[in-house]
């Protein structure tokens, strides 16, 4: 049987009602807005670097508690990171999501796993990973993102400011 | 378990056996996340009973072959299975012949069909199509199309805040170049019920023809397509007990004769040579390529099982199903209904505050109770009421008002999961 029952857990529910990191910088060097055109949730990722690391991010939007809670936690863990170390982490929970990580294995997801149970719901697996391709998106420069794209699944709209 | 709960299974009971019925749909078992499953997902698609599934077994074991060519008993036995689920379908809809039925893969389809036979051949540039915000992105996106290609303009009939269509506006729509109504008979995202008779009268006033999308009405209410006085009238089996991938396009046969063909192929002709091909007659003129034989004979199957209930016992009943649900989740603190029309099938769209409607949907799926999530695939709508998406619980004949109590506990337990 699934493990996703435990994803309406007292952690996903405390991001998803008190998010950390909620707003928009203005005067981000980086941003994109990640489209969900299956549920209509849209969410937005401002960050800014100083020098290699990750000096200050923020997102915003309208979207469901995975999707909230996902993107707050992933302000949270990305925070002071590399450029690189925020590409890993991206990858590692795009994994996780789509249920191609054993957490047994070295990574890097800690207290990200709440959110392993989400591949055992292909519908809502969207959801969990919009965020994460929302801050691939801003960091490449990508024009728009979004989880339904025909080449580029990082497919979200962004402002390179 | 409430008085109105205990006041209305009597009344039902008379009407017809629910435990019987629900004998009759093996899927209704089903036990999903260790509960039982609450099907609330019928405005989508409705489930099959055994006697639909017995009857595509039987065709496929003993009856099957290609229909309209061969001369041995098995094409010859489809054939007349074949042209006898089209009768069946005529005397559903009340339409007065025949070959004014035809089968189409479903209402999309159906749609397309108008759009392509009769659109593309009558509307012209500057000309004006009709729709209401209440539409499905089926009977949206193909008139559209049509728009962009032949330069005409689409016109939008809106409605008040209960979800009901503005006739005043809709009838300050007309103007000289009117040329085409599309409106769908009950909204699949609300429930509501238009008044299409009384909008097909007010269009042929101004020689307008009127298309129906009747997907959500069919399988809700008795339709009589001449009583409408409709041009055309679409829907689809899977929402009628029957398979997916069978519909039907009902339309006046002087109209059917006036248009062009949509597909062309086999079965659609009278003689082909290199020149020039002659069209076979309607209905078979709308029906290229081998159809979806056994589809249409479940179909058939299908209308047999609900016209043995009646389509007035079932509306009756659904009408009590709604009536039951709306008063239930009126009086929840934090849940709002969408759509609240005077006259309303049995669908219910509703937003939890503070929840949005996909975590109500997995929530409640962990309950066993399985609805829609999302925007319908009416957009326009959705942004009409200002909501990204809403969760919508839609009941069929053989849901039960326990099972409308399931619906609202599981309601209760989203609330207390997200307190």
Known sequence: ?161 | MNSLHRAVNPRSASAFDLERIRADFPILQLQVEGKPLVYLDNAASSQMPQQVMDRLTRYQTSEHANINRAVHYLSETATTEYDAARCKLQRFINASEEREVIFTSGTTDAINLVMHGYGRRFIKPGDEIILTTLEHHSNIVPWQMLAEETGAKIRVVPINDAGELLIDEYEKLFNARTRFVGVIHVSNALGSINPVKQMIAFAHAHGVPVLVDGAQAAPHLQVDVQDLDCDFYAFSGHKLCGPTGIGVLYGKAALLEKMQPFKGGGDMILSVTFEKTTYNIIPHKFEAGTPPIAAAIGLGAAIDYLSTIGMGVIAAYEQELLNYATEQMSRMPGVRIVGTAKNKASVISFTVDGVHPHDVGTLLNQEGVAVRTGHHCAQPLMQRFKVPATSRASFAFYNSMAEVDALIAGIRSVQKVFA
């Not at chain 1, 960050?47 to 508690?65: H, M, P, T, Y």
């Not at chain 1, 699944?153 to 962004?158: F, K, L």
């Open chain 1, 1 to 161: 049987m699934s493990n996703y029952k435990a994803l309406y857990q007292e952690v996903i529910l405390d991001h998803n009602k008190k998010p950390r990191n909620y707003g928009t910088l203005a005067h981000a060097s980086h941003h994109a807005v990640g489209h969900n055109p299956l549920c209509g949730d849209h969410i937005s990722v401002t960050l800014n670097f100083d020098r290699e690391c990750i000096d200050c991010i923020a997102f915003q939007g309208e979207s469901c508690a995975i999707c909230k809670a996902s993107a707050s936690m992933m302000t949270a863990a990305i925070k002071g990171k590399s450029r690189a170390d925020a590409e890993i982490l991206i990858q590692e929970f795009l994994a996780m999501a789509t249920g191609k990580l054993n957490l047994e294995d070295a990574n890097h997801i800690g207290r990200l796993a709440v959110f392993a149970g989400v591949c055992d719901l292909p519908t809502r697996v969207k959801c969990a990973i919009l965020p994460w391709h929302t801050l691939h998106a801003a960091f490449h420069s990508v024009a728009i993102a979004s989880t339904e794209a025909e080449a580029d699944p990082m497919h979200v709209s962004n402002g390179n400011a």
